[in-house]
Nanobody, 115 residues
Framework: QVQLVESGGGLVQPGGSLRRSCACS????????MVWYRQAPGNQRELVARSPIGCRIDYTDSVKGRFTISRTNARNTVYLHMNNLKPEDTAVYYC?????????WGQGTQVTVSS
């Protein structure tokens, strides 16, 4: 069973920064992509950043220039670096691994941006 364990997040003031991490129980190189999603109350789940293995990295327009997805393959960990956070970034953030046309989800962690 693939397990994705997330850490990081919490409460931050507007303009602040957070780093999310997602540790996978299996090699992230065995996934075709590692992805971060978020979902705010009443909203649809939104793709934030997607990092395909060996391919270009994609970001949703609202976070371009502020968020960065990265990974440490040897540690089977993917990160989401969030800078210049805005109140509208408030959501539960989920990491996701894509493999064999299946999605494997982390538990999700609340990120709240508020003064």
């Amino acid at each position: 069973q693939v397990q994705l364990v997330e850490s990081g997040g919490g409460l931050v003031q507007p303009g602040g920064s957070l780093r999310r991490s997602c540790a996978c129980s299996e090699s992230i190189l065995s996934f075709k992509a590692m992805v971060w999603y978020r979902q705010a109350p009443g909203n649809q789940r939104e793709l934030v950043a997607r990092s395909p293995i060996g391919c270009r990295i994609d970001y949703t327009d609202s976070v371009k220039g502020r968020f960065t997805i990265s990974r440490t393959n040897a540690r089977n960990t993917v990160y989401l670096h969030m800078n210049n956070l805005k109140p509208e970034d408030t959501a539960v953030y989920y990491c996701n691994g894509e493999r064999d046309s299946l999605n494997y989800w982390g538990q999700g962690t609340q990120v709240t941006v508020s003064s």
